[in-house]
């Protein structure tokens, strides 16, 4: 049980980096963000980007936000890979 809930969170986990790289590749596009696509990422992820944008200032104008944000997950991620060895699962 505990394998199957770990591998579950990290696939949900897998999903989520990938919204957050599509909407990345969607801000270069011009009105992309205003299509319902556009606006439905910007629902999903932008709550969680929020916080890094705080906190990480943009550096000539680029914000490395989501590349923050994505690092992050994969350490979660990493995190519960090393947690289900340490159980024995």
Known sequence: MVAYLAWLINK???AYIL???VW???TWFP???QSRLGELLTRLVQPYLRFFDEHIPPL???SFAPVVA???LYL???GIIMLTRIIGY
């Open 12 to 14: 949900i986990i897998d």
């Open 19 to 21: 919204l957050i790289v």
């Open 24 to 26: 990345c590749l969607l």
């Open 31 to 33: 009105g992309a963000m």
């Open 60 to 62: 000539g104008g680029i």
């Open 70 to 72: 994505v690092f992050v």
């Open 76 to 78: 979660v991620q990493y």
